[in-house]
C-alpha cells in the first residue's frame, strides 16, 4: 500500500511513518497541503495521512481539493487539535474513528 503522509512537522512524519511502515507499505512524506494537491495525481497513493494546521495550505483544504479531483481518495486526519471549532469542521466531511495502524 502506498502512504502518503502530509505534516508540516518533520518529526510528526517520522513518527506516522513508523507507526504504518512495513514491507507491504510505501511510505511518501510532504510538508503541506499544497503538495499533496499538486503530487495526489502522479503518487496515486492508496490512502493519505494528514495534519490540519500547516504553513502553506492546510489540511481541509487540502482534503476538499483532492476529494473533488478524486471522489474515491482515502484520507485520514492526524492532528492533535480537539477544539469543538475543528470537529464542527471536519464531522460533516468525515468519519471519525481512533487510530489503529492495522485499519489504515
Known sequence: M???IVDDNAEIRKVIA???????NE???????????????TIKPDRIL???KMKCMGGFEAVERIKRD??????VIVTRYDS?????????RLE???LCPSRI
Open 50 to 52: 494528514t495534519d490540519i
Open 27 to 41: 511510505v511518501v512524506e510532504l510538508e503541506d497541503g499544497e503538495e499533496a494537491v499538486e503530487q495526489y495525481g
Open 2 to 4: 502506498k502512504i502518503m
Open 84 to 92: 469543538a471549532a475543528y470537529q464542527r469542521h471536519a464531522l460533516p
Open 96 to 98: 471519525p474513528r481512533p
Open 70 to 75: 478524486y471522489p474515491n481518495a482515502r484520507i
Open 18 to 24: 513508523g507507526i504504518v511502515a512495513s514491507d507491504d
